[in-house]
């Protein structure tokens, strides 16, 4: 499967963005999806993970309450909503798939990064 992130953009502090994640090659619902994040001299982190059933989301609590994953089983797309954005939110945000157990690590496919920026 071939995942291609979109949405990214320069926003002010509480702003709002929405990701999109659209895949090719195969469709989606066999995998859970997530959402990473690597800001500047930092190393990747999980943001949100999203089950193939679409019934389970899990969040890491640098954004729960302000993150929202769901995903669009017609468009074969996961999306990442963004709200109350701040500037620690600053990164390259990837989707990533993966089969098998539920997970927030060891996905298998990624698509590229799409730059997130938030200024004060």
């Known amino acids: 499967v071939q995942l291609q992130a979109c949405g990214g953009g320069l926003v002010q502090a509480g702003g709002s963005l929405r990701l999109s994640c659209a895949a090719s090659?195969?469709?989606?619902?066999?995998?859970?999806m997530g959402w990473f994040r690597q800001a500047p001299g930092k190393e990747q982190e999980f943001a949100a993970a999203?089950?193939?059933?679409?019934?389970?989301?899990v969040y890491a609590d640098s954004v729960k309450g302000r993150f929202t994953i769901s995903r669009d089983y017609a468009k074969n797309t996961v999306y990442l909503q963004m709200n109350g954005l701040k500037p620690e939110d600053t990164a390259v945000y990837y989707c990533?798939?993966?089969?098998?157990?539920?997970?927030?690590?060891?996905?298998?496919?990624w698509g590229q990064g799409t730059q997130v920026t938030v200024s004060s």
């Open positions: 999203i089950t193939k059933s679409g019934g389970t989301t």
């Open positions: 090659g195969r469709t989606i619902s066999t995998y859970h």
């Open positions: 990533a798939g993966r089969q098998g157990t539920f997970s927030r690590s060891a996905y298998d496919y």
